[in-house]
């Protein structure tokens, strides 16, 4: 990760760096977590090998469930829309790649997403024989396209999908690009929470923490385990 956002997320959504807010660093007197979440483990990391699965499974589970330091995340999954995705998360989650990884991205303005997926911290590593997987499921285009609750891949244009997902709290308008392959059934004030503790960024001269519309959550959100049924 190096220190400017659009590198932070490769592969990952494609968008503009949002300015500074006001400069104020971030202050012993504003509020930086929530009560509930507890402390954070996981630090960045190089993922493993996998091997990539070819076909998509026949059987595909229904749900998915992401237990984080702030709570549970649960997901009705796309299976029937989705089988490519739903299949290659599948895998993913039966060999633990998602374990113990940080959420690294947070949007407060234009667009209200938290994205995970990428345990080395958003610098983009994929697990060692992971390709990229084509898209499916893309919505169309329009306003609020992607509602809040929508769980959908992140990715650096058509069929790169890889690992990387993101999570919306607050209607939001996309390009139609981002194959969408989960609601959130339930946790998704868990997110909307995050999001009003917002998101900073270190300035490279001062080194210093300021508000930022998308960066790092203030809040660290840590992907303990998922499981899937």
Known sequence: MRKTLISLIVPALTLSLFPFFTPVAVAD??????????????????PSKIVAQKNASVKLPSSMTIVTNCGN??????????PITISKLTVLVKNKFFDNSLCHRLTTSGIYVLQC????????????????FEDENLPSAGDNN???GTVAMANRGPGTNTTQFFLVYKDSTLPPNYTVWGQIKSGLEIVSELATIGAYQ?????????YVGDGTPIQPIEIRRVTTS
């Open 202 to 210: 270190i300035n490279r001269k001062d080194k210093k923490a300021y």
């Open 117 to 132: 997926g990428d345990p080395s911290g958003g610098k983009g590593i994929s697990p060692i024989g992971w390709k990229e």
């Open 73 to 82: 995340i649960e997901i009705t999954l796309a299976k029937r829309l989705a």
């Open 146 to 148: 992607y509602p809040a």
């Open 29 to 46: 007197e504003v509020k930086t977590s929530l009560d509930y979440c507890k402390a954070v483990k996981s630090v960045p990391h190089n």
